[in-house]
Nanobody, 115 residues
Framework: QVQLVESGGGLVQPGGSLKLSCVAS????????LGWYRQAPGKERELVAS???????AYADSVKGRFTISRDNAKNTVYLQMNSLKPEDTAVYYC?????????WGQGTQVTVSS
């Protein structure tokens, strides 16, 4: 089992920045990929960014150049630095951990971009 706890969401003006954190606990040695997903009202959940055990990263086209995913293995934490935020980035952001045979989700953190 893997437990994930997100933090760092909030209200920010367009053009602003936020940094999300996700702390993993439990069977963290089984985790192959950590990712951030988001779900806006009335829309499907979508992958925002991911990072592998070897620190290979991938991003949705909509966030490339604005968001950065990173991980601190010593702290069992994955981060999502979000810059130049837009109103369309408003969503609940979820942390995800994928192992060989399962995946786990955090409880989500709300990000609202509004003036």
């Amino acid at each position: 089992q893997v437990q994930l706890v997100e933090s760092g969401g909030g209200l920010v003006q367009p053009g602003g920045s936020l940094k999300l954190s996700c702390v993993a606990s439990g069977s963290i040695f089984k985790i192959n990929v950590l990712g951030w997903y988001r779900q806006a009202p009335g829309k499907e959940r979508e992958l925002v960014a991911s990072i592998t055990r070897l620190a290979k990263t991938a991003y949705a086209d909509s966030v490339k150049g604005r968001f950065t995913i990173s991980r601190d293995n010593a702290k069992n934490t994955v981060y999502l630095q979000m810059n130049s935020l837009k109103p369309e980035d408003t969503a609940v952001y979820y942390c995800n951990a994928a192992t060989t045979d399962n995946e786990y989700w955090g409880q989500g953190t709300q990000v609202t971009v509004s003036s």
